[in-house]
C-alpha cells in the first residue's frame, strides 16, 4: 500500500485511544506502520525494486523492527526529552510498535505486488491480490474517523476515539468483503481460486492457488 495508507492506519491507531498508553505513543504508532518501508532507501544503491518488501517486511523482521523502534524511541526520551516528569514506559512502547509494525506487511500482502513474509529464510512472494496499492475508500474511511477524532477531542468529548474506531472497523470490513469478492471472482473464472481477474499468468504458479497461499 502507499505510505499515506500506512500513515492513517498509525494515526487512526492513536486515535483510537493507544496514544494514551504511553508518551510518544502517537510517535511510535506512526512510526511503527511505516518503519518495514526503510528497505526503499536501497533503491538508491542500485538494488532496485527486486529488493522491496523483503528483508524488512518478513517474519524475522516483525520481531526486530519493533524492538528496535522502541530501544530508539527510550533513548530519544532519556537523551533529548524535556519533560521528564512523564516517563515513557517501555513495555506499552514495545506493544505499540508491534502492532503498528505488523500493519504494514499485513496491508502489502493484500495487493497485487505482494510481499515476501518469510524472508531471509524464503524469498517466495505471497499476494493478496484483493486491494489497489492507493485505495481511496480505505484513505476515506481512515482519514475521516481521524478527523472526527480530532474534532471531538478538541471540544473534550469523552468519546472522541470512537470516530477513529469506526474508521478501522470499516476498513476492516471493507477488507474482509474485497478478500472474499476476489476469491469469488476467481472461482467465476472457471479456472480456480488462484487465477487473477486480470489473468492468470502461466509462469507465476498461481493457477489454482487461494489469494492467501504463496506463488
Same mark, same amino acid.
Given at each position: $500500500?502507499?505510505? =499515506? ?5 498509525? !494515526? @487512526?491507531?492513536?486515535? %483510537?485511544?493507544?496514544? *494514551? ?5 502517537? @510517535?511510535?504508532?506512526?512510526?511503527? !506502520? ?17 529488493? /522491496? ?17 522502541? !530501544? ?5 526520551? /532519556? ?20 502492532? %503498528?509494525?505488523? #500493519?504494514?506487511?499485513?496491508? &502489502? ?5 505482494? $510481499? *515476501?513474509?518469510? $524472508? ?8 493478496? &491480490?484483493?486491494?489497489?496499492?492507493? &485505495?481511496?475508500?480505505?484513505?476515506? $474511511? ?8 480530532? /474534532? ?9 476515539? /470512537? ?6 472497523? =470499516?476498513?476492516? @470490513? ?20 488462484? %487465477? ?6 502461466? #509462469?507465476?504458479?498461481? @493457477? ?8
Amino acid at each position: $500500500m502507499d505510505n =499515506l495508507c500506512h500513515t492513517l492506519v498509525g !494515526a @487512526a491507531l492513536a486515535e %483510537s485511544g493507544l496514544k *494514551r498508553r504511553t508518551k510518544f505513543g502517537y @510517535a511510535t504508532l506512526m512510526i511503527g !506502520a511505516n518503519l518495514p518501508d526503510i528497505d526503499g532507501f536501497a533503491m538508491f544503491t542500485g538494488y532496485g525494486l527486486g529488493f /522491496r518488501r523483503g528483508l524488512t517486511h518478513g517474519l524475522p523482521a516483525l520481531v526486530i523492527l519493533p524492538l528496535l523502534l522502541t !530501544a530508539a524511541v527510550v533513548w530519544w526520551d /532519556r537523551a533529548v526529552g524535556r519533560d521528564n516528569l512523564e516517563p515513557v514506559r517501555p513495555g506499552q512502547l514495545l506493544l505499540l510498535a508491534g502492532i %503498528s509494525t505488523l #500493519t504494514h506487511p499485513l496491508l &502489502d500482502w493484500l495487493n497485487t505486488y505482494g $510481499m *515476501r513474509w518469510l $524472508m531471509p529464510l524464503n524469498g517466495r512472494w505471497f499476494y493478496g &491480490d484483493s486491494l489497489f496499492i492507493v &485505495d481511496p475508500w480505505l484513505l476515506l $474511511m481512515l482519514g475521516g474517523g481521524i478527523l472526527m477524532a480530532k /474534532r471531538l477531542s478538541r471540544q473534550g468529548s469523552a468519546g472522541a476515539g /470512537r470516530p477513529a474506531v469506526l474508521g478501522l472497523a =470499516l476498513s476492516s @470490513a471493507y477488507i474482509a468483503a474485497m478478500l472474499g469478492l476476489t476469491a469469488i471472482g476467481r472461482i467465476g473464472c472457471g479456472a480456480g481460486p488462484g %487465477s487473477g481477474a486480470a489473468g492468470t499468468k502461466a #509462469t507465476d504458479g498461481r @493457477a489454482g492457488l487461494p489469494a492467501f497461499l504463496p506463488s
